[in-house]
């Protein structure tokens, strides 16, 4: 079976999400994504009434745990395949606490929209957002 190709310039169609509170400040993001499998790099950026959030990383979509540590933060991340579905997460830990992040992306709408599935737990910022996008 042939696996999607994430690749391309993604828009967050707002009305389509579904966030909780903290995230629902977003106003509008651009998500640009270059996927030659296992190579999957993705580079954002969210825009709030306040100051812009911008990220990008890179991982390979073969499950392997990537291990970093930064300041005293370790930080344990990964891609895999779940089906036709990506699941990129990452486990924070630090001397205060832990954070775990994860987002299934899946193609929708015959690969014309991108929906990322999160879900944030620690730091008492436990979130379950959807996450839509559409194709430019």
């Known amino acids: 079976m ?6 391309g310039e ?30 999957f790099r993705y580079k954002a950026k969210f825009v709030s009434a306040g100051d812009p959030v911008e990220f990008e990383y890179e991982l390979l979509s073969d499950g392997r745990e990537v291990v970093a540590t930064h300041e005293g933060t370790r930080t344990i991340s990964s891609l895999r395949w779940e089906g036709e579905a990506l699941v990129a997460s990452w486990q924070t830990q630090r001397a205060d606490g832990e954070l775990k992040i994860s987002f299934r992306h899946e193609l929708v709408n015959e690969g014309r929209r991108l929906r990322a599935v999160e879900e944030l737990r620690g730091e008492g910022r436990d979130q379950d957002n959807i996450w839509v996008f559409d194709r430019q």
Request: charged letters at 30%; glycine letters at 2%; a neutral charge.
């Open 2 to 7: 042939r696996k999607p190709d994430f690749s």
């Open 10 to 39: 993604w828009i967050l169609d707002r009305q389509a999400c579904t966030l909780s509170p903290g995230a629902d400040a977003i106003q509008s993001a651009v998500v640009r994504i270059e996927h030659r499998d296992p190579n």
